[in-house]
């Protein structure tokens, strides 16, 4: 089984006090590290009065949203057989409603990528769009193919390859190929695409690389 990797993207914005947030797992927090919950924990209890307590002191909506990210984040990061060729991104919608999509190779990834995530208690309901690949020697033979082709031992890109949760994904589907994730530069990001476009057999390659700057 190939190290695992999880790229979950956030966007959010603002209309008549709603939330919506976007996420995409992981990929980005697995190459450059998780920057950890943003929900800070509530303070001890004061010593309750009868007056209204300061609405200052509630918990903020948008908090709990990210501390929601987080723990989808880190119940998909735990999935045993998401591997580089599989792809989850998923959309949390002010409603709590969790959205995943994606492609993965195992109709078990897809189905357990649901378990886990149903028992947060700050989802409410799961809509699974997960696409399970269709079962194929050919694409099977590809994936292998690009995997060598990518990450090969004396290429630029090998470095990628050793981190425990490989930040580049290689989603094969009827000899078409789509490269997800993430890269340290623009340059990296071109050597991906021409090696998967050397690899024979292949109809057609996609490079939805995004480039994420390495901490300092």
Excluded at 95 to 119: C, N
Excluded at 171 to 196: E, H, P, S
């Amino acid at each position: 089984v190939f190290p695992a990797c999880l790229r979950l993207k956030l966007k959010e914005w603002r209309k008549s006090m709603r939330f919506r947030m976007v996420v995409a797992f992981f990929a980005v927090w697995a190459f450059v590290g998780s920057q950890g919950p943003v929900f800070a924990a509530l303070q001890n209890e004061r010593q309750e009065t009868p007056q209204l307590r300061d609405p200052s002191s509630r918990p903020n909506p948008n908090q709990i949203n990210v501390r929601a990210i987080e723990e989808v984040r880190h119940e998909l990061a735990m999935l045993p057989y998401y591997s580089v060729f599989d792809w989850i991104e998923g959309e949390l919608t002010s409603g709590d409603t969790l959205v995943l999509r994606g492609q993965v190779t195992r109709p078990t990834t897809k189905s357990d990528a649901e378990y886990r995530v149903k028992k947060i208690e700050s989802v409410a309901k799961v809509v699974n769009q997960i696409e399970t690949l269709p079962v194929s020697p050919s694409d099977d033979a590809i994936r292998i193919a690009m995997y060598r082709a990518i990450f090969k031992y004396d290429g630029p890109l090998f470095r990628y390859a050793t981190q425990a949760q490989v930040p580049i994904h290689i989603i094969v589907k009827n000899g078409r190929v789509t490269l997800k994730g993430v890269v340290a530069n623009d340059a990296d990001k071109q050597v991906a695409y021409t090696y998967a476009r050397g690899v024979p057999n292949v109809f057609e390659v996609t490079n939805e690389l995004q480039v994420v700057k390495e901490p300092a």
